[in-house]
């Protein structure tokens, strides 16, 4: 397997994954600071001229406390571009990326060369987020540098396959960077994901109960006191299925077990295309791995104890293989 110069200043192989509405610059300068990458979506700078502010924003943070602290560089950081027919922005917001020269684009819901290959000629990587091992192919058929397997569990749009399957699947043919996502939100599954033969652990859910993050009290509370069984996987509200807290879906006046299918035709990120109720604004995403989590903190001391177990789960380990 092979993994980017990009990546070598991490203190942890992790990747926040991009938050819709919920990820901003503060939590990206955060998580970089902290060692691990921080992404977040374009889509998330509204209107389209504050993606050129928070680019300058990123950048210009990440270089004074590079300067400041050389023996603790910053990891990189990604923008997440949604490649789908309703993101009108797409090709504006390439441009303001290419003139801070993005290091990395975590591209999702389409596959297009042209923005593999805008990505390249600044000398900047694509992952692209895939459910099986068929898009997989196709990612990288077209163009993309690495695969983010969204697996069972994941926040937000996520597939139903085991990360047992989806790995084993596309390590058979592809040896180059892998961020496994799906219910990871302690140190050891950091440490199972690279034993499944992934080179990083893509975290989302953990970070929404963050002093950084963009969200409500009561969303990151419920972050808090949530647990596996109350998520639920619904394609109703975007028209694509995905994991979303039970709780939210019944403060919206809607029966959690009772969902019917959503209007892919109907997309629109969050503006209320199949309900009355706004995808990620009313309706809260989030991943089965919350569990793990037990206090909204601050990112770097989320980041010290994802730290803490990872390398506690590496020592035992050890102990028990010799």
Same mark, same amino acid.
């Given at each position: ?27 990206? @300068? ?21 993606? !050129? ?28 571009? @949604? ?12 441009? @303001? ?24 000629? =600044? ?36 597939? #139903? ?13 592809? !040896?180059?960077?892998? %961020? ?32 950084? %993050? ?42 959690? !077990?009772?969902?019917?299918?959503? !209007? ?10 199949? #309900?009355?109720?706004?995808? =990620?604004?009313?309706? =809260?995403?989030?991943?089965?791995? @919350? ?21 506690? %789960? ?9």
């Amino acid at each position: 397997m092979s993994r980017p110069a990009l990546f070598d200043k991490l203190r942890l192989p992790v990747i926040g994954s991009p938050l819709f509405i919920i990820s901003g610059p503060e939590l990206v @300068i955060a998580q970089c600071k902290a060692g691990i990458v921080g992404s977040f979506p374009a889509l998330n700078a509204r209107p389209a001229s504050q993606l !050129d502010e928070w680019l300058h924003q990123i950048t210009e943070e990440l270089a004074a406390h590079n300067r400041a602290n050389p023996d603790r560089p910053a990891a990189p950081f990604a923008v997440n571009q @949604i490649v789908h027919k309703s993101n009108n922005r797409l090709m504006e917001d390439m441009a @303001i990326c290419a003139k801070w020269q993005v290091p990395l684009l975590i591209t999702s819901l389409g596959a297009i060369k042209e923005v593999f290959d805008g990505a390249h000629s =600044w000398g900047g990587l694509v992952f692209h987020d895939v459910i099986n091992d068929r898009f997989a192919h196709k990612a990288i058929e077209k163009g993309a540098d690495g695969l983010i397997p969204v697996a069972a569990g994941a926040g937000g749009h996520a597939g #139903t396959l085991s990360p047992f399957a989806m790995m084993q699947e596309i390590r058979a043919w592809f !040896d180059g960077p892998v %961020a496994l996502s799906g219910s990871i939100a302690c140190g050891r599954s950091i440490l199972a994901a690279q034993a499944l033969g992934a080179d990083f652990a893509y975290i989302g859910s953990p970070w929404i109960a963050t002093d950084e %993050a963009r969200a409500v009290d009561d969303y990151k509370q419920a972050i808090v006191e949530g647990h596996a069984s109350d998520i639920v996987y619904s394609s109703l509200f975007t028209g694509v299925h995905g994991n979303y807290l039970r709780g939210s879906i019944v403060k919206a006046g809607l029966d959690p !077990d009772h969902l019917p299918e959503g !209007d892919v035709t109907k997309m629109d990120f969050g503006s209320g295309g199949n #309900t009355d109720a706004k995808a =990620w604004k009313d309706i =809260w995403g989030s991943g089965q791995g @919350i569990g793990a989590v037990h206090a909204v903190e601050s990112v770097a001391d989320r980041v010290d104890r994802l730290e803490g177990e990872y390398r506690t %789960a590496i020592a035992e380990l050890r102990a028990v293989t010799g």
